[in-house]
């Protein structure tokens, strides 16, 4: 399971999401570098885009999250 108890509604893995978070880069005379940013945080939410490998893509709010009891 991943850190955050979300699973796909499709497949039900929890192991094959990719969410679309914003991160902050530091531009680079090669390019861009996200490692470093001095923002090194990234943000994602409820809204953000999400995809799974079986397939299936959507919404972070349309995962299904593990209630924590049972
Ligand atoms: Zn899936």
Redesign the pocket.
């Known amino acids: 399971m991943n850190a955050f108890g979300c ?7 929890s192991g ?2 990719d969410i679309c978070a914003q991160v902050w880069v530091r531009l680079t005379r090669v390019g861009t570098a996200a490692d470093l940013s001095r923002q090194g945080n990234h943000e994602w939410n409820d809204a953000s885009r999400a995809t ?5 893509t959507g919404r972070v709010n349309e995962l299904i999250k593990e209630s924590g009891n049972g």
């Open positions: 699973h796909c509604p499709k497949c039900g893995s094959q999401i799974c490998d079986c397939g299936w």
